[in-house]
């Protein structure tokens, strides 16, 4: 048990000295990781609440449209600093299935904050039939099931820009430095200013880009705080 959380523990320090850099992906074609300093990196690292809840924000307003992110409950906001009351009101704002009632009939209500934040789509064909046939993926856990999580998540937002001479890009395709193959189906999200805060703090692409990250950072690993205070504890106090 000890020995487990020790090399946790390790995993996470090395993990912190990460890689970045440019690198030829299986699919042909250049990649490029950038590297950012995460206040949530590092043995020590914490989540930072303004950024999730901007970061929220710009999930909202921006991702929610075509990405659903199935496994976040309401009542997990509470997680980036939203009280009892401003969940509820959240929550409010959507409608959800819930049923059967007395007729046997499924109806819409309100969402509670127990409830799942809710998809865009109905199933996968919507979803498809709505992306030129690629299907948005969730994001739940998409920062962990991604080599280099927030690095890449953050790299994939801001790293739209033209093809370079030579590469065809198809209709419904883009050109993105960070994709393995460098063509996407995503069509860029973030161009800056796409929404507005209300701390007053820089909404240019970079920073947007590192708020929702920071938001789907803490959506794929909600204990990475605690995970990492009992490893630290392990090793100093053993
Ligand atoms: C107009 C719809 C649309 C919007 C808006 C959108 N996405 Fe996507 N996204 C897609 C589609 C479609 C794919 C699948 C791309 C593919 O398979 O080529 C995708 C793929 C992704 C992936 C997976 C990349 C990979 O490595 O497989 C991530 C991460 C992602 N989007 C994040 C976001 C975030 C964060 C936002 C908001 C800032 C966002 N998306 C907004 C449609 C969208």
Sequence with gaps: MMLKLIFTTIISAISVLGMSGTATAAGGGDVTLLKKDWSFSGIFGHYDKA??????????????????????????????????????????????????????????????????????YRNDNEARAN????????LSLIAKARAHGPDYLYSLLVGYGDAPEGVDVPDG???????????????????????????????????????????????????LEVRKRIGVATVFFP
């Excluded at 449209?65 to 997990?76: A, D, L, P, V």
């Excluded at 992306?131 to 969730?138: F, K, Q, S, V």
């Excluded at 999200?189 to 990250?213: Q, R």
């Design 51 to 120: 950024s999730m809840q901007r970061g929220f924000q710009v999930y909202l307003e921006v991702c929610a449209g075509c990405h659903s992110i199935e496994y976040m409950s309401f009542r997990n906001l509470a997680d980036l600093g939203y009280n009892e009351a401003e969940i509820k009101a959240i929550a409010a704002e959507y409608e959800v299935q819930d049923g059967p009632d007395e007729d046997g009939e499924m109806f819409m209500r309100p969402a509670r904050p127990a409830d799942r934040m809710p998809s865009p």
């Design 131 to 138: 992306n030129n046939g690629a299907l948005p993926p969730d």
């Design 173 to 223: 395709m883009y050109y993105n430095n960070a994709y393995s193959g460098n063509l996407i189906a995503m069509p860029q999200p973030i161009y800056g200013d796409d929404v507005e805060y209300s701390d007053g703090t820089s909404t240019n692409a970079e920073a947007l880009s590192a708020d929702v990250t920071h938001f789907l950072m803490w959506a794929a690993e909600p204990k």
